[in-house]
């Protein structure tokens, strides 16, 4: 076992014991995680949705002139 794992079963053991025995503090590391989840879902929707970000902007931008295109097909047959 390596120093790395050592420490790491050490951490989480001593975790575990502190949510068996303090209820609270379960409830807390429940939050925790959950805020972890919470951030990491708005990094990916900041990514995924600001304005400077060039490939959804390429993206969205096929997207508007495709609907043009029908627009206008449209507008021609009528």
């Known amino acids: 076992m390596t120093p790395f794992n050592s420490i790491l079963l050490i951490i989480v ?37 600001h304005p400077n970000n060039f490939i959804t902007t390429w993206i969205r931008n096929r997207e508007y002139d495709r609907i043009a295109r029908e627009l206008q097909q449209e507008l021609e047959n009528k």
């Open 13 to 49: 053991g001593v975790v575990g014991y502190m949510m068996i025995i303090d209820e609270n503090f379960a409830t807390y590391m429940t939050l925790v995680f959950k805020m972890m989840k919470v951030n990491i879902e708005r990094l990916f929707w900041m990514a995924k949705y």
